[in-house]
């Protein structure tokens, strides 16, 4: 990967231009990167969390207009005919394009969205704050539109990375209790965790998950749980511990299409195993309003910027596991 002038943007009748602000990398970018990402069209400018300011208006865009302050969808192209498109999922659009992975993304000082992916920051919001909105909308699909938060539940979210961080806040933002799980190595980010609001972190090297549950839910099991790991020796160790008829969510990719899951536990505790993809137009006011009324704690969560031209360094930062959230300054 490497920085390098290439023509400026131009619009379709339909479509806006953004003067990018912020950017933030995620695990995508990263696996893109080391060339571990199939989907990605090359060669391609990076980047699908951002903000930005509009600096030019296609003919037929009415709902926007120039200097309003926006994020954006990564849905770039949509085939609009499938019956995907026609309810609006488009995370299910088979030949969907997303910004950033098949269309040119938001590492650049413009970028180009079509009008309907286009949302206006509150005003409260900062550009920083922004750029999590599309991480935001991610863990606002898997809480609360593939599944949903009760007040009295108690949720077990597995994996302290910046998904599962952000994902406990939502559920928090519902009044629920939210315990998480890691390993020794995030020793860091579960204190993290604990500082921005999480009830009980647990490390499931050096302490008893089950009895810790159990203890925590009257020997029920959690609610809820939400695999934000991706790894199949956590997802076995939880399963067995869920409430029977709870919910599972799958949030976190697996390294391989299949693995040996505890598919037992899912059969006899009658449990929902529910996959959950990216996330879909309805994500994203939900999403806003978290960031909004500060049910989401960007500040905290943003823990390094760099410039554009120092990208390098930015990736380097996120590959080495200390920073949550890292964003580029366009």
Not at 285 to 311: H, Q, V
Request: one cysteine or more; glycine letters at 8%; aromatic letters at 6%.
């Amino acid at each position: 990967m490497y920085l390098e002038e290439i023509a400026e943007p131009t619009l379709d009748t339909h479509q806006v231009k953004i003067k990018v602000k912020f950017t933030g990398i995620c695990g995508t970018d990263i696996h893109t990167y080391k060339g571990e990402y199939a989907n990605a069209k090359l060669p391609l400018v990076l980047g699908h969390e951002f903000s930005g300011e509009v600096v030019e208006i296609g003919s037929d865009v009415t709902k926007v207009k120039v200097g309003d302050r926006v994020t954006s969808e990564t849905t770039f192209t949509t085939c609009g005919e499938c019956i995907y498109c026609k309810s609006k999922d488009y995370n299910l659009c088979s030949n969907r394009k997303g910004l950033g992975t098949q269309a040119n993304g938001s590492l650049a000082e413009y970028v180009i969205s079509r009008e309907e992916s286009v949302h206006l920051l509150p005003d409260n919001v900062s550009y920083e704050a922004g750029a999590l909105t599309e991480p935001v909308a991610c863990v606002v699909h898997a809480a609360l539109e593939k599944t949903s938060i009760d007040k009295d539940d108690v949720v077990l979210v597995l994996g302290p990375g910046p998904i599962g961080i952000l994902l406990a806040q939502v559920v928090k933002s519902q009044g629920a209790k939210v315990i998480m799980t890691g390993i020794t190595p995030d020793e860091n980010r579960l204190k993290f965790a604990k500082e921005i609001g999480v009830d009980l972190i647990i490390d499931t090297m050096k302490e008893d998950l089950k009895v810790i549950l159990d203890r925590e839910t009257e020997g029920n099991g959690p609610d809820k749980i939400f695999d934000c790991t991706g790894v199949v020796p956590a997802v076995n160790q939880a399963l067995p511990l869920i409430k029977k008829k709870g919910t599972f969510v799958q949030v976190g990719l697996f390294k391989e299409h299949v693995t040996p899951i505890d598919t037992n536990s899912i059969i006899q505790r009658e449990i929902n195993y529910i996959g959950c993809r990216s996330q879909k137009p309805s994500s994203w006011p939900i999403a806003l309003k978290l960031l909004s009324d500060g049910s989401i704690n960007a500040d905290k969560m943003i823990t390094s910027k760099y410039k554009l031209e120092d990208f390098q360094e930015a990736f380097e930062a996120v590959m080495a596991g200390e920073d949550m959230k890292v964003l580029v300054e366009s």
